[in-house]
Nanobody, 116 residues
Framework: QVQLVESGGGLVQAGGSLTLSCKVS????????MAWYRQVPGNQRELVAS???????VSIDSVKGRFTVSRDNAKNTVHLQMNSLKPEDTGTYFC??????????WGQGTQVTVSS
């Protein structure tokens, strides 16, 4: 069973940067499709960026050019580098994994707050 633990959230001023990390256990990130979602109270969880087991990445338009998703196979960790942060990036960020045999899993979430 895959388990995910996020870290790296915090409070940052607009224009600043944060790097979120998702430590994976129970599976190898090199063969698992991974993604970052975020949620604001009262709204549905939305996909922010993803990276497939082949390394292909996708991100939503509002973060393109600012956020980068990557993985470190040696540390079995997925990162979300967030630059030029805006107040509308505020939310709880969740790590998500999906694998045909291991199933899907969510992390507990990490809070990101961007002040104006």
């Amino acid at each position: 069973q895959v388990q995910l633990v996020e870290s790296g959230g915090g409070l940052v001023q607009a224009g600043g940067s944060l790097t979120l990390s998702c430590k994976v256990s129970g599976g190898f990130v090199s063969v698992i499709d991974m993604a970052w979602y975020r949620q604001v109270p009262g709204n549905q969880r939305e996909l922010v960026a993803s990276i497939t087991n082949s390394g292909a990445t996708v991100s939503i338009d509002s973060v393109k050019g600012r956020f980068t998703v990557s993985r470190d196979n040696a540390k079995n960790t997925v990162h979300l580098q967030m630059n030029s942060l805006k107040p509308e990036d505020t939310g709880t960020y969740f790590c998500y994994s999906k694998h045909w045999r291991l199933g899907s899993a969510w992390g507990q979430g990490t809070q990101v707050t961007v002040s104006s």
